[in-house]
């Protein structure tokens, strides 16, 4: 299950007066196994080994 190597983070990392940065459209993140790119149609997360992801928007959560 993909989910798992996506979703998988440690609370601690957003415990209250942590400070949470915006990534701003057209702006990239990546680490080893994901890699998301922030659209104004929403964000894309993408795995790096297969290319299967989704996109989580307001109107909702695509697979692809």
Not at 6 to 21: F, Q
Not at 37 to 44: A, D, I, P
């Amino acid at each position: 299950d993909w989910s798992s190597d996506v979703c998988s983070s440690d609370l601690g990392d957003y415990a209250p007066g942590t400070k949470i940065t915006t990534l701003a459209y057209g702006s990239t993140i990546a680490n080893a196994k994901v890699r998301c790119t922030s659209e104004t149609t929403g964000m894309r997360c993408t795995l790096q080994s297969n290319g299967h992801g989704f996109v989580i928007a307001r109107k909702g959560i695509k697979r692809f």
